[in-house]
């Protein structure tokens, strides 16, 4: 089983920067993709950013030049360091984490949401 702890979320005016964090912990041979979520109220859950295995990384064109998402392999952590935040960027953030266990499954798993307000 894995299990994956987000952190970091907040409320924070238009124009600042936040930093969310999601380590993960488990029976875990290596982790593969890891992503972030979000959850506008009312709204679908969209994809915001993906940071391959080999660091490759990928953003919604929404958070574009504004977000960045990085990984520490040692450390089995991704993070989402957000600036310039807008009020739309509101939402519940998830992280999602695609997994070799021991003993070769692949799975994938959802962090728990951390919850990012942005006031104008």
């Known amino acids: 089983q894995v299990q994956l702890e987000e952190s970091g979320g907040g409320l924070v005016q238009a124009g600042g920067s936040l930093r969310l964090s999601c380590a993960a912990s488990?029976?875990?041979?290596?982790?593969?993709?890891m992503r972030w979520y979000r959850q506008p109220p009312g709204k679908q859950r969209e994809l915001v950013a993906t940071?391959?295995?080999?660091?490759?990384?990928d953003y919604a064109d929404a958070v574009k030049g504004r977000f960045t998402i990085s990984r520490d392999n040692a450390k089995n952590t991704v993070y989402l360091q957000m600036s310039s935040l807008k009020p739309e960027d509101t939402a519940v953030y998830y992280c999602?984490?695609?997994?070799?266990?021991?003993?070769?499954?692949?799975?994938?798993?959802w962090g728990q949401g951390t919850q990012v307000t942005v006031s104008s």
């Open positions: 940071c391959t295995s080999g660091g490759a990384t």
């Open positions: 488990g029976s875990m041979f290596s982790i593969d993709a």
């Open positions: 999602h984490v695609l997994c070799t266990l021991i003993g070769g499954t692949g799975r994938s798993y």
